[in-house]
């Protein structure tokens, strides 16, 4: 194989089309975690956000926690906001409780640039309610109504 094999598609290829967010302050739902190891050998626990509203609706971010005693003071905080019981549980109790309660919920996330690296930052959780309410009326979709709402009733979502 030869690198320049690929010059033109290299020179046609569209940056825009990074399924990465650039920085701002974007609502999104929480789709994935996985840990990995950072180039250095410390563990770190990451997870990916969808972007569900505005301009990069679609695109992902990536936010990332190292595990270790310094830096478990940031994961405690966000594990709260998530709703996680923090008091009451050991981090490794909490760890399983990420699929079954975090992944789906929905928060507002800011990713901002240092000097060499973009950190995200989960700002709050957002209202489920208020959310699909705000989505709705932003992609201009009607309220449905289900088998379960009595007369004629609008359901929020």
């Not at 825009?16 to 302050?25: F, L, Y």
């Not at 609502?27 to 990995?36: G, H, P």
């Not at 990451?46 to 926690?65: D, F, S, T």
């Not at 489920?128 to 379960?148: D, F, H, N, V, W």
């Amino acid at each position: 194989m030869s690198y320049a094999d690929f010059d033109d598609d290299f020179e046609q290829a569209d940056v825009s089309a990074s399924e990465e967010a650039p920085c701002g302050t974007y609502q999104c739902e929480i789709t994935r975690f996985f840990n990995n190891t950072t180039q250095t050998g410390i563990d770190r626990l990451n997870c990916v956000l969808q972007v569900i509203a505005g301009e990069h609706i679609g695109k992902i971010l990536y936010k990332g926690w190292l595990i270790t005693p310094s830096a478990l003071s940031y994961l405690k905080a966000d594990f709260k906001k998530f709703g996680l019981p923090v008091a009451s549980k050991k981090f490794s109790e909490l760890m399983p409780m990420l699929d079954t309660n975090v992944i789906g919920k929905r928060c507002e996330a800011v990713k901002k640039q240092s000097d060499r690296y973009a950190n995200v930052y989960i700002n709050s959780m957002l209202d489920p309610l208020s959310e699909s309410k705000q989505t709705c009326q932003a992609k201009g979709i009607r309220k449905r109504k289900t088998a379960a709402t009595k007369n004629d009733d609008d359901v929020p979502f």
